[in-house]
């Protein structure tokens, strides 16, 4: 069976109506990971906060966990704007290091959602595991982070270079067109202008929410645009490019073209939302 590391923060979640819960990317494809067949092992950081708890109780149930204490955790404020959503960075965990324990995987999806994973600790996790694939989520590395304001796109020339060497290194990086300030509004000219940065190595995913995908494979020569038949409206779609990112790992671990593994993660995308619809 696929051994999947999956490593990122918690979050305390924040909503207008008052409510909180856990999230972040590890929570989102650690279950879309189970709902693929695969009990993952979870690498995070947070806080002692009752959400954290309930957060960490939760990985514990889908995983095994390694959890690295924090004095707080990841907190963001989500509000809607003109139809789109909002956040702002209210609380800071410390960063991931390197764990104690030997661990072994696979797989490695790496999904930060602030500054909570340097590359250091990347290159480190990665000599250390030797995976066969390691897919990066890394819409958390580009996040302009100040405590108490509003999250915007970071420019991509204000991404360090030592986080576009260990993108380069990956098997597949995967973001989302939304957490993209180049070219806004033009999938395919943010898409170059990733390419650009990275270089010939890793497969690129830049998806569009109900639009689909962009999948840029350096082996074809062309890009693959896919819009989905099966649109699921009416639901909240938080975790859905985390649970692309794990079942697109997942897919191409298991020898799958990127093609097929792209679409397979959007099935599972869209299963997800339409339990969703079914559970409202």
Known sequence: MTGLLIVGGLTIDRFADGGTAPGGSVLHAGLAAV????????????????????????????????????????AYRHRELAGRRVLTYDAASVPIAQP????????????????ELTAATVTSLR??????????????????????????PLPLDEVADDLWETFAAA??????????????????????????????????VVTLGAEGYLLDDPSADRLTASVPRTVVD???????????????????????????????????????????????
């Open 171 to 204: 098997d597949a990086i995967v973001v989302s067109t939304e957490d993209l300030a180049e070219a806004p509004g033009d999938p395919f000219a943010q898409t170059a202008v990733l390419r650009a940065r990275l270089g010939p190595g890793p497969l690129l």
């Open 127 to 152: 000599q250390g595991l030797e995976p066969r694939c390691t897919v990066m989520l890394i819409q958390g590395w580009l996040r302009r982070l100040e405590l108490g304001s509003p999250v915007h």
């Open 35 to 74: 709902e693929e067949g695969v009990r993952p092992t979870f690498l995070t950081v947070a806080g002692d906060e009752p959400d954290a708890r309930a957060g960490l109780a939760r990985l514990a149930e889908l995983g095994a966990l390694i959890h690295q204490p924090s004095p707080v955790t990841t």
């Open 234 to 280: 009416g639901v909240p779609t938080v975790g859905a490019g985390d649970t692309f990112g794990a079942s697109l790992a997942l897919h191409l671990e298991r020898g799958m073209t990127p093609t097929v593994a792209a679409d397979a993660a959007t099935e599972r995308v869209i299963s997800v939302l339409e339990s969703r619809r079914v559970e409202a």
């Open 100 to 115: 104690a324990a030997d661990v072994a995987a696979d797989v490695a999806l790496l999904a930060p959602i602030a500054d």
